[in-house]
């Protein structure tokens, strides 16, 4: 039998392995145009936790009852189109089964010369989220100050790296010892901040930014961020990539509003949608590749072994057990 995992209910607040249900299902066939396909990297990401509310975003819901879905890179085992054969990676938007059919219109093929896990991280969204957020909103400038929250996140910890390319000071915040170390040892980030043990926030801001904030990649908003804020610089920039520290919020978070601190610094702070830039992914996939290879760009992964641990990974995600991107090996 084949398995796959069903969203079994919704959650409220922190989701649990229970809103989850491992099962069996029928072996498919492919149809004309259609490729088998067998899960070989399965991708955990915090947009799913709003997709398991049925609030309206700018994707659908998961339903209830019916399986999980995402990127994943998967292996061709059967081919009914005649530009794939047994063996291919590919990589698409599918579900959370270890095998399925699969239009071959909606997959892309992939290099295996290269890490195939990397097309859900370094070169795959992620990364495409850290390259146009930072380009296209951060606008750095050598030598102006850059502070990264979520920093050794999948996107973070490419954040933190474009910021170094373009001459800038940067200052990563992330959740244990292990990550700043990672941060500032690997990835030569200039200050660091373990926000779990930091007393003060704010004063930790001050200190790893005397010159102020210029750029703000907000991976993670809620507290950290209303600190970041108290320091910004005038026409400082502040990039919305993500709210993950209120993602599982049963309550609309209350807290200081920025507006007249951003009218007094001239500053801007814009939301985005990684898909918004999707015309350009080819060129971000682009000038990420070319920075990995020519070793300008280090990256890491957590991979967890096993399909069946799909649903703790996610969750994991919320409370930090990933060091780069988050992924499930079969
Ligand atoms: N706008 C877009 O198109 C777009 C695309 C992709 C991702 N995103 C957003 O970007 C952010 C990072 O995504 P990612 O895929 O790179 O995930 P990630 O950073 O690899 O994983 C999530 C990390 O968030 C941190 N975290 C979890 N709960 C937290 C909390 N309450 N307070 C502070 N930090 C917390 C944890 O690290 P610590 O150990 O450091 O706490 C955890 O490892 C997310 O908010 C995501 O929704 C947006």
Same mark, same amino acid.
């Given at each position: 039998?084949?398995?796959?995992?069903?969203?079994?209910?919704?959650?409220?607040?922190?989701?649990?392995?229970?809103?989850?249900? *491992?099962?069996?299902?029928?072996? =498919?066939?492919?149809?004309?145009?259609?490729?088998?396909?067998?899960? $070989?990297?399965?991708?955990?990401?915090?947009?799913?936790?709003?997709?398991?509310?049925?609030?309206?975003?700018?994707?659908?819901?998961?339903?209830?009852?019916?399986?999980? &879905?995402?990127?994943?890179?998967?292996?061709?085992?059967?081919?009914?189109? =005649? &530009?794939? +054969?047994?063996? &291919?990676?590919?990589?698409?938007?599918?579900?959370?089964?270890?095998?399925?059919?699969?239009?071959?219109?909606?997959?892309?093929?992939?290099?295996?010369?290269?890490?195939?896990?990397?097309?859900?991280?370094?070169?795959?969204?992620?990364? $495409?989220?850290?390259?146009?957020?930072?380009?296209?909103?951060?606008?750095? @400038?050598?030598?102006?100050?850059?502070?990264?929250?979520?920093?050794?996140?999948?996107?973070?910890?490419?954040?933190?790296?474009?910021?170094?390319?373009?001459?800038?000071?940067?200052?990563?915040?992330?959740?244990?010892?292990?990550?700043?170390?990672? $941060?500032?040892?690997?990835?030569? @980030?200039?200050?660091?901040?373990?926000?779990?043990?930091?007393?003060?926030?704010?004063?930790?801001?001050?200190?790893?930014?005397? &010159?102020?904030?210029? +750029?703000?990649?907000?991976?993670?908003?809620?507290?950290?961020?209303? /600190?970041?804020?108290?320091?910004?610089?005038?026409?400082?920039?502040?990039?919305?990539? #993500?709210?993950?520290? %209120?993602?599982?919020?049963?309550? @609309?978070?209350?807290?200081?509003?920025?507006?007249?601190?951003? +009218?007094?610094?001239? /500053? *801007?702070?814009?939301?985005?949608?990684?898909?918004?830039?999707?015309?350009?992914?080819?060129?971000?996939?682009?000038? *990420?590749?070319?920075?990995?290879?020519?070793?300008?760009? /280090?990256?890491?992964?957590?991979?967890?072994?096993?399909?069946?641990?799909?649903?703790?990974?996610?969750?994991? *995600?919320?409370? #930090?057990?990933?060091?780069?991107?988050? %992924?499930?090996?079969?």
């Amino acid at each position: 039998m084949n398995r796959q995992i069903i969203l079994k209910s919704r959650p409220t607040g922190m989701p649990a392995v229970t809103n989850f249900e *491992l099962a069996e299902t029928h072996m =498919p066939s492919p149809e004309e145009g259609e490729l088998l396909v067998k899960s $070989l990297y399965i991708s955990v990401d915090p947009y799913m936790r709003s997709r398991m509310s049925d609030a309206k975003s700018y994707v659908p819901s998961f339903e209830v009852g019916k399986p999980m &879905d995402g990127g994943v890179v998967a292996e061709v085992i059967e081919s009914n189109h =005649p &530009d794939f +054969v047994v063996g &291919d990676a590919v990589l698409g938007h599918l579900q959370w089964k270890v095998i399925q059919t699969i239009n071959a219109q909606h997959v892309t093929k992939l290099d295996k010369a290269v890490q195939l896990s990397y097309y859900l991280g370094i070169l795959g969204m992620p990364g $495409l989220t850290a390259y146009f957020g930072m380009n296209e909103i951060g606008k750095p @400038v050598a030598g102006e100050t850059v502070v990264v929250s979520g920093a050794a996140g999948a996107v973070g910890m490419v954040v933190c790296q474009i910021a170094k390319l373009k001459g800038c000071r940067v200052v990563g915040i992330a959740g244990s010892d292990d990550k700043t170390a990672y $941060l500032k040892d690997v990835l030569k @980030v200039d200050e660091v901040i373990n926000y779990r043990t930091e007393k003060d926030m704010k004063a930790a801001i001050e200190r790893t930014c005397p &010159d102020g904030v210029d +750029v703000y990649y907000d991976n993670v908003g809620g507290a950290i961020s209303d /600190a970041v804020f108290s320091n910004i610089n005038k026409f400082a920039r502040i990039i919305l990539c #993500g709210q993950i520290s %209120l993602y599982n919020s049963t309550e @609309v978070p209350v807290g200081p509003r920025p507006q007249p601190l951003m +009218v007094k610094k001239s /500053a *801007l702070m814009q939301g985005f949608i990684v898909s918004n830039y999707s015309a350009r992914f080819g060129e971000g996939i682009h000038q *990420l590749a070319q920075w990995l290879g020519d070793g300008k760009l /280090a990256y890491q992964e957590t991979i967890v072994d096993g399909f069946e641990k799909l649903p703790e990974t996610f969750i994991g *995600l919320f409370h #930090g057990k990933n060091t780069g991107k988050f %992924l499930v090996k079969m």
